[in-house]
């Protein structure tokens, strides 16, 4: 690729170290609607995926509907949560501040959700406004829309996007946007062999601790694109 112009970084999981709390929260509103699960099977088969999608998935499987205030309920879970589990991954403010190129965030998260995850780790005053959810898309992760509407909006050609992502959904995404991905695999949930998932999704490079990741940017070149 050329030189990088925009950071797109992944909020969970990449910015908050959150989706160990997300997973528990969805889980037990699923079990409560009839869809027995564990949080641990809803990381593996929903990570980085949006809401919208993930609801799809569900109900088709169902064979009925979830109620309307789903999202609403699920979402209010996981807000109670964060308020007192929530942190940032470690060293990432340090890592964001050495990183002298525009930079933005691109969730499958709803804004408010975004907003009060990058809130409670201390960083939304550092990237806002520059913060995009995949409720302003068609389709939500692994598709490349959000990652196409996040450059569209910051004036960026995809091909001088460098992506920051924990999950195949987004390596994939990104990936199909025309944008290379590095693959983050230092939060919380990522097990033994998520790093190598992260590459064979399409992922150039992988890391687990972001105080490499000022150096991984400047070292990025044509033979990782």
Not at 16 to 43: N, Q, W
Not at 137 to 162: H, S, W, Y
Not at 172 to 195: I, K, N, P, Q, Y
Request: glycine letters at 10%; a negative charge.
């Amino acid at each position: 690729m050329q030189i990088p112009q925009l950071i797109i970084f992944d909020c969970d999981g990449v910015l908050v170290d959150s989706e160990v709390i997300s997973c528990r929260a969805h889980a037990e509103m699923l079990t409560r609607h009839g869809y027995p699960i564990t949080a641990d099977r809803v990381l593996q088969r929903f990570l980085g995926v949006s809401d919208r999608e993930a609801r799809l998935t569900i109900e088709a499987e169902l064979g009925c509907s979830l109620p309307d205030d789903f999202e609403a309920q699920m979402k209010q879970a996981a807000l109670q949560r964060y308020a007192d589990e929530l942190g940032a991954i470690p060293h990432i403010g340090e890592a964001l501040a050495a990183i002298d190129l525009p930079k933005c965030v691109a969730s499958s998260g709803t804004p408010e959700k975004i907003r009060h995850g990058l809130t409670c780790a201390g960083l939304y005053d550092v990237l806002a406004p520059n913060i995009f959810s995949a409720t302003q898309v068609t389709r939500g992760k692994p598709a490349p829309d959000l990652f196409l509407f996040a450059a569209e909006q910051m004036n960026i050609r995809p091909a001088q996007c460098l992506v920051i992502e924990d999950s195949v959904a987004g390596v994939t995404g990104g990936r199909a946007a025309g944008m290379t991905v590095l693959g983050f695999h230092g939060g919380s949930h990522c097990g033994a062999g998520h790093a190598e998932l992260l590459r064979d999704a399409g992922a150039a490079v992988t890391f687990g601790d972001m105080r490499q990741l000022p150096d991984l940017i400047e070292r990025i070149g044509p033979d990782q694109a």
